[in-house]
C-alpha cells in the first residue's frame, strides 16, 4: 500500500470513529433527559395515534420495507411519521419520501467508498463500505433532528405572544373558535408554524372533531410540552367556566419566566463549555507564542557557549 492509500484509509477510519463517537453521545444525552416524562409521552402518543401508516404496494413501499422495515420492524414508519410531523414536513407520501432519499444517500456513499478504495485489499473495501453505511443513516438523521430542532424553537418563540394575542381577542369578546382562526390568521407572516398548527386544529374543530381532541392532536404533533400543557389548561377552563382570558394571560407570563430561566441557564452553561476549545485550541498556540522566542533564545546562547 502507498503513501496515499494509507491516508484515504487513515481518513475514512478517522470518520468512521468521529461518527460513531458523536452518535454514542446523542444517544446517551438523549437516554438521560427526563425519562419519566418522555415515556408518558410515548404512552400518550400510542393510545392517540391509532394504527401503523399504511404502506402502499409501488416499487418504493416495497424496497422501504425490505430496508428499513426488515431492520428496524413496523415501528419505524410510525416513528420517522412523527419525527417528520415535529420538522414541519408533513404529507401522505413524506415517510416515502425521506426513506427513498436516505437510501440514494447511503447508495450514492458506498459506490464512492468502492471506487475509492477498488484498488485496496477486500477487506479495506469492506471496511470502507461498512463506514459508508453507517454515514448514510447517521447523516439524515442528524439531518432531521436538526430540522425538528429548528422547528420546535420556532413554536417555543412564538408561544408567549400568540398567548397574549388569544388572551386580548378573547376579552374583545369573540368566541374560541373564532379567536383561534383571527390569532392564526394575524401570525401567519411572523409565525408561520403555529399558525399552521393553528390551522389544522381549526379544520379539524370544523370537521367535527371535538374541541379537546383537536387541541390534543396538536400538541401531538408538535411534541411540545407547553403547547400540551396550553390544550389542558385551555380545556380544563371551559369545563369548569373559569376566565379564559385571564388564564391565557398567566400562561403567557409563566412561559416567559420559563424561557427566560433557560436562556440564563445557557449562558451559565456557556463558560463550562468554553473550557475545552480554550484548552484544545486557544493554550497550545498560546504556549507557543510565548515560550517559542525564549526557546529560540536559549537554544542560540548554548549553541554560542559550546563554540
Do not use: C
Request: proline share 3%.
Amino acid at each position: 500500500m502507498t503513501s496515499a492509500d494509507h491516508r484515504i484509509l487513515f481518513a475514512i477510519s478517522t470518520l468512521a470513529s468521529v461518527t460513531f463517537f458523536v452518535a454514542g453521545i446523542h444517544y446517551y444525552l438523549r437516554s438521560r433527559s427526563d425519562d419519566l416524562s418522555r415515556r408518558l409521552q410515548q404512552l400518550q402518543e400510542q393510545s392517540m395515534s391509532g394504527p401503523l401508516p399504511a404502506v402502499g404496494g409501488d416499487i418504493w413501499d416495497g424496497l422501504l420495507r425490505s430496508t428499513y422495515g426488515a431492520i428496524f420492524g413496523k415501528g419505524w414508519f410510525r416513528q420517522k411519521e412523527m419525527e417528520l410531523m415535529r420538522a414541519g414536513l408533513r404529507g401522505p407520501g413524506v415517510v416515502k419520501t425521506y426513506g427513498v432519499l436516505s437510501l440514494g444517500f447511503t447508495l450514492v456513499l458506498v459506490l464512492v467508498a468502492i471506487v475509492t478504495l477498488q484498488t485496496q485489499d477486500a477487506g479495506t473495501r469492506i471496511f470502507g463500505a461498512a463506514a459508508a453505511l453507517v454515514l448514510g443513516y447517521f447523516v439524515p438523521e442528524q439531518v432531521l433532528t436538526s430540522l425538528r430542532n429548528r422547528h420546535r424553537l420556532s413554536l417555543m418563540a412564538a408561544l408567549p405572544d400568540t398567548t397574549d394575542m388569544l388572551s386580548i381577542v378573547l376579552g374583545a369578546g369573540l368566541s374560541l373558535d373564532q379567536a383561534i382562526a383571527r390569532v392564526g390568521e394575524e401570525i401567519r407572516f411572523v409565525y408561520p408554524e403555529l399558525a399552521d398548527e393553528f390551522y389544522w386544529m381549526t379544520l379539524e374543530v370544523q370537521a367535527g372533531q371535538q374541541r379537546a381532541i383537536a387541541f390534543q392532536h396538536m400538541a401531538q404533533r408538535t411534541g411540545l410540552l407547553d403547547i400540551r400543557s396550553l390544550a389542558s389548561m385551555i380545556v380544563q377552563a371551559e369545563r369548569f367556566g373559569t376566565s379564559l382570558s385571564q388564564a391565557l394571560r398567566i400562561y403567557a407570563d409563566s412561559v416567559r419566566m420559563k424561557r427566560r430561566l433557560e436562556i440564563e441557564a445557557t449562558i451559565n452553561k456557556a463558560a463550562v463549555k468554553m473550557v475545552f476549545p480554550i484548552v484544545l485550541f486557544v493554550l497550545p498556540a498560546l504556549f507557543v507564542v510565548i515560550l517559542a522566542p525564549g526557546i529560540i533564545s536559549i537554544l542560540r546562547d548554548l549553541s554560542l557557549l559550546g563554540q
